[in-house]
């Protein structure tokens, strides 16, 4: 399943080979249409606590404390559920996961890779 789960940022030309895309963020990114985006899925519940995205604010320092509190939050309610339907839909067939964030390295898409996988990049 590794090198079938894929990241890309929501602002990046879609490609056949993503397979199916899901917007992995809470909020729409700025400036791009439904059309431009092209996500089969928006999974809201599997994008960090308002509260936790705000802590973070994309603070390269904070990345191992916000992994550990995001994984957290991956294990309950909502956010559970979410996870399991991506790991149901990483199953299926190329998977890639949009994300809004200018950080390639510092975002919740990288976690979601690495659960889906099993490996951090």
Request: avoid cysteine; charged fraction near 35%; hydrophobic fraction near 40%.
């Amino acid at each position: 399943m590794a090198e079938r789960v894929f990241l890309k940022r929501a602002y990046e030309a879609p490609a056949k080979s993503d397979g199916t895309r899901v917007l992995v963020d809470r909020l729409w990114p700025r400036g791009i249409s439904k059309e431009a985006l092209k996500a089969d899925h928006w999974l809201k519940e599997v994008a960090p606590s308002t509260e936790l995205r705000k802590w973070f604010d994309h603070d390269p320092e904070k990345w191992a404390e916000m992994k550990k509190r995001y994984k957290a939050e991956l294990g309950k309610g909502a956010q559970k559920e979410a996870l399991g339907a991506l790991k149901a839909l990483a199953k299926e067939g190329p998977l890639t996961l949009v994300y809004g964030a200018k950080d390639e390295r510092y975002n919740q898409a990288v976690v979601l890779k690495e659960l889906l996988t099993g490996k951090a990049d």
